[in-house]
């Protein structure tokens, strides 16, 4: 998400943090389709700290993909 001013569709606020789902461990992390073994990589989530609405979801280290 850019420099752009985030302001959340379900409530209009401009509030917005970051949270991680998976770490270390590869549970809760994405993984290639097919790759039971593969750690993958966490999820860094940017949403509204008003309602919780997400505003982005991206894979923080998308090179395990390639």
Do not use: Y
């Not at 990589?41 to 940017?46: A, D, E, Q």
């Amino acid at each position: 998400m850019g420099n752009e001013k985030l302001v959340c569709k379900a409530c209009g606020s401009d509030t917005f943090t970051t949270g991680q789902v998976g770490g270390t461990s590869s549970q809760g992390n994405i993984r290639p389709i097919g790759s039971i073994m593969a750690v993958g990589s966490p999820l860094i989530m940017t949403f509204c700290k008003s309602c919780g609405e997400v505003a982005s979801i991206k894979v923080e280290n998308p090179k395990k993909f390639k």
